[in-house]
């Protein structure tokens, strides 16, 4: 009696089944760790991009002699900021405006600042804080 085997066995087909699954596995994973680090590097990008607009809006409330302000950039990011003055001069005569590409006269006043901005970014459930210092010298008449 000769016995013609024209299939896989049982054993056979749940080996072959757990390797493909766990191969699935594997793969799912990954994907979804990478999809993770996309986000992060956009959230990453996305904060760094806004960082000098941000700036230049902290830096118009300070013209205003504000110590401190809130505000968005766009619909994911807002931020906030608050200073503290290292040093400010007595009244100064003149001073050199890079605006206006010259010397400028009157009575100024120059005052170095430390700046604290607090910038959070949330889209989608995904949030991120990020914290800057910088200091900032500025002329007020």
């Known amino acids: 009696m000769s016995h013609c085997n024209k299939g896989f066995t049982l054993i056979e087909v749940i080996i072959s089944s757990l390797i493909l699954f766990f191969a699935i596995s594997i793969g799912t994973a990954a994907y979804r760790k990478t999809i993770r680090l996309i986000e992060k590097i956009t959230i990453g990008v996305a904060i760094e991009d806004a960082l000098p607009f941000i700036m230049e809006i902290v830096k118009s409330d300070l013209m205003e002699k504000k110590d401190g302000g ?30 206006a590409g ?34 900032e010298l500025l002329c007020y008449r």
Do not use: C, M, Q, T
Request: glycine content about 10%; cysteine-free.
């Open 70 to 99: 809130k505000g968005n950039y766009g619909k994911f990011i807002s931020f906030s900021w608050n200073l503290e003055e290292i040093k400010s001069s007595r009244n100064v005569l003149g001073f050199f405006d890079e605006a």
């Open 102 to 135: 010259g010397g400028r006269h009157g009575k100024f006043l120059v005052s170095l600042n430390h700046i604290f901005l607090n910038i959070a970014y949330e889209r989608n459930g995904l949030k991120k804080n990020s914290e800057y210092e910088y200091k």
